[in-house]
């Protein structure tokens, strides 16, 4: 015979505990480069009818077993399924720009590849965050690192992607000052992680960077919008 639920004793569920194991399930644990060229669409709200593709640089298996898109997204590599944003775009799938097809779920190749790699480099946890892999960039990412409120800004060539056993992943930049050879590679130790050293770190795509570059009047204006309001706020 049951207990009457009246008699039954008071459960306390901790609510931050069960917050920090959800995201502990989200975290990154393995990565895989896109090489095929598939893309992930998104809209913007302000144009309902007007779709946008962008390359996927890579592919990254959540300790949940989830499998996701990644992208260089304002502030981190990012997930597409977090791509919700009012002003900033809204994912809608995965495309082949090869056959022009439209999915919603990764490719099964990658999920296997992921799943596989997973296995076979199984790391133990530990209190610190450790390095677990590094990929390379293959896109021509850059970053615009901005520091103390009132230093001027600087754009670098991201050159790398690291991916910690907490879930992070940091961008590699260069300290132009300990350069010894080049091309500059993953590993090198004129390298370090973009966070390290800068308060503010937005990733741009290579040709988005190069009208910065060229310091073209509506894209210095787009950047002032988006970036600056944001940079203020943290101080």
Known sequence: MGIPLSHRPARVIDLDTMRQRQQARKRLVRLAPELDG???????PSESEAYYGMPLLAWGLRDDGEVVGLVPWMESLTPCQMLDDPEHGHFIGYRDPETE??????????VLEL?????????????????IQQLPETQGTHALCMDES???????QVFGWRLYSDGAIEALLADERLVESTPILPGDACLYPGHSRHRVVYFFQRQIANRIRREDPATLEALALMVMPDADQRE
């Open 115 to 131: 799943e596989q790699a997973a296995a076979y480099f199984e790391y133990e946890e530990t209190e610190e965050a450790t390095l």
């Open 38 to 44: 598939l893309e992930m669409v998104y809209r913007l």
């Open 150 to 156: 009132g230093a001027p800004w600087q754009l670098k």
């Open 101 to 110: 097809e439209l999915f919603e779920e990764p490719p099964e190749h990658k």
